[in-house]
C-alpha cells in the first residue's frame, strides 16, 4: 500500500519485490547511517516512504525497540532479533553471537531468503459488519497472517485462505454484483477488501495501468494478480476430463488450493485431490534457514511448495500435531496460543516429538525453537492433512485451535 496507510493495515511482502538494487543499496545505507547516528545497540527498525519516480525518500519513523515489525522480521528470516538484541545488551558483539539455525554462522550474517513471504492483516469487520471498512494512518486490524513460498503468487494466496474469512483465492462474494463506478472507488479508497476489488478489475478488463492511477499499487504487483486471474479463467473454462497435470501443477505451484480449483471448474473438492493423487502431484516442504542455502542448517521450520526435494524428512521418534490458532482475532487471542505452546512442552516430556502448524507470526507457537518442528502453514484441510501425511504422527491436538 501506498503511504497514507497504517504499517499494521498494509500487506507487506519480503523480500522487497520493486525496489532496484541502487534504492535498496540506498535505503540500507540510510538505516545504518541512522542508526549509528542515534547510537542505537539492539533492535531498530526504520520505516520510509520512497517516491518511484525519483530517488527521493522521507524517514517516516524510528523505532528503536522490538516490535510488531521485527516479529513479523524475525519469523521471514528465521533472524530471531528479540534474542540478539538481548545478547548485545549484556556486551556481546554481533561475531560473538552464533546463529542458532545453521549453528556454524555468526549473527553479523545478514540472512538471505531463496523464497517470498507474504504478510495480510486480518481486520475485525466480519463481527463489525457496520463499520467503516477505510483503512488510513489508525490501524484497524487486530491480527495478521503470515505466508511463505517460492513465489509471490504462491504466498499471496496461502495468505489470503489463512485469513480464514471464507474464501480460499481471490473471489470476493458480492464483488461481481459492484457496478463499475462503485468498484473504481472501492479501489481509489483503501480497504480491507481492495486486493479482491483489484482482482474483481482485472477480470472486467480494467488496465494494469488504469488500476496503478487508481489505487498507487505498484504495477509489479497488478501484474501478478492479473497472472492469477489468468489461470482462474483458464480452470474455469477446463472441463475435469480435460484438466492434465501440466495444468494442475501450473495451478498448484501458483498457490491455488484444491478448493479453489474445484469451485472454478464446478466440481467436488476430493475430484481435484483425486486427480492430483494419482497423478502424483504432492507438495514438498522446504526449510527456512536464514542463508538461502548456503550454508547446511538444521532448523525445523518448514513451508510447503510443489517441488521435487523433500526437506522435512522422517524420523523415528513418535510425534503429535498441535493445531495452532491462526491470526489473533475478535474472541480468539492468544489465549489459545498460550495453550498450545504449553500443550507442546507437555508433548516433549512425555517422550513425544511435538510439532506446530500455524500462520501467525505474533505468537510464541511459531517460534522456530518452541517446538520439535514449525509448519508455517494455512489451517485449512487440505494444508495440514498435507503435513499429516508427510508425518504421520500418533495423534493430532486441536482443542487449542480456536473456535472457527
Not at 236 to 253: C, F, I, V, Y
Not at 298 to 303: E, M
Request: hydrophobic fraction near 40%.
Amino acid at each position: 500500500d501506498p503511504m497514507g496507510v497504517h504499517t499494521g493495515d498494509s500487506i507487506v511482502i519480503a523480500p522487497s519485490q520493486t525496489l532496484s538494487d541502487k534504492e535498496y543499496q540506498m535505503l540500507r545505507t540510510a538505516s545504518i547511517n541512522i542508526i549509528r547516528s542515534l547510537g542505537i545497540e539492539g533492535g531498530c527498525n526504520i520505516q520510509f516512504a520512497l517516491d518511484p519516480n525519483s530517488m527521493r525518500y522521507f524517514v517516516i519513523e524510528v523505532n528503536p525497540r522490538v516490535s510488531r515489525s521485527s516479529a513479523l522480521a524475525s519469523k521471514a528470516t528465521g533472524y530471531p532479533i528479540a534474542r540478539v538484541a538481548a545478547k548485545i545488551a549484556i556486551g556481546l558483539r554481533l561475531d560473538e553471537i552464533p546463529n542458532a539455525v545453521t549453528g556454524k554462522t555468526k549473527a553479523c550474517f545478514e540472512p538471505a531468503l531463496d523464497y517470498v513471504v507474504v504478510k495480510i492483516p486480518r481486520w475485525p469487520f466480519d463481527k463489525f459488519t457496520t463499520a467503516d471498512r477505510a483503512i488510513g494512518t489508525q490501524m484497524k486490524a487486530t491480527g495478521e497472517v503470515m505466508a511463505i513460498d517460492r513465489t509471490f503468487e504462491g504466498a499471496l494466496l496461502k495468505a489470503v485462505r489463512s485469513l480464514e474469512i471464507g474464501t480460499y483465492g481471490l473471489i470476493l462474494r458480492g464483488a461481481s454484483q459492484k457496478s463499475d463506478m462503485e468498484l473504481e472507488e472501492l479501489l481509489r479508497v483503501p480497504n480491507d477488501e481492495r486486493l479482491f476489488y483489484i482482482a474483481e478489475a482485472l477480470r472486467r478488463g480494467m488496465l494494469v495501468r488504469e488500476i496503478y492511477q487508481l489505487t498507487n499499487v505498484d504495477p509489479w504487483f497488478i501484474e501478478k494478480i492479473r497472472g492469477i486471474v489468468k489461470m482462474e479463467e483458464r480452470l474455469r473454462q477446463t472441463a475435469l476430463d480435460d484438466l492434465n497435470p501440466a495444468l494442475l501443477l501450473k495451478a498448484k505451484r501458483m498457490g491455488f488450493c484444491d478448493k479453489y480449483i474445484a469451485d472454478l471448474m464446478g466440481v467436488g473438492e476430493e475430484e481435484i485431490r483425486a486427480k492430483r493423487r494419482a497423478w502424483q502431484i504432492q507438495p514438498v516442504y522446504k526449510m527456512v534457514d536464514t542463508c538461502a542455502a548456503e550454508f547446511e542448517a538444521s532448523t525445523p521450520y518448514y513451508y510447503s511448495t510443489y517441488e521435487r526435494e523433500n526437506e522435512a524428512g522422517h524420523t523415528k521418534r513418535k510425534k503429535v500435531v498441535v493445531i495452532g490458532s491462526g491470526p489473533i482475532r475478535i474472541g480468539q487471542g492468544i489465549e489459545f496460543d498460550y495453550c498450545s505452546v504449553h500443550a507442546v512442552w507437555a508433548l516433549q516430556e512425555c517422550g513425544y516429538e511435538a510439532i506446530i502448524v500455524n500462520n501467525n507470526p505474533e505468537t510464541v507457537s511459531t517460534d522456530f525453537d518452541t517446538s520439535d518442528r514449525l509448519y508455517f502453514e494455512p489451517l485449512t484441510v487440505e494444508d495440514v492433512l498435507h503435513v499429516i501425511e508427510n508425518e504421520s504422527p500418533e495423534g493430532v491436538i486441536v482443542q487449542f485451535g480456536g473456535q472457527t
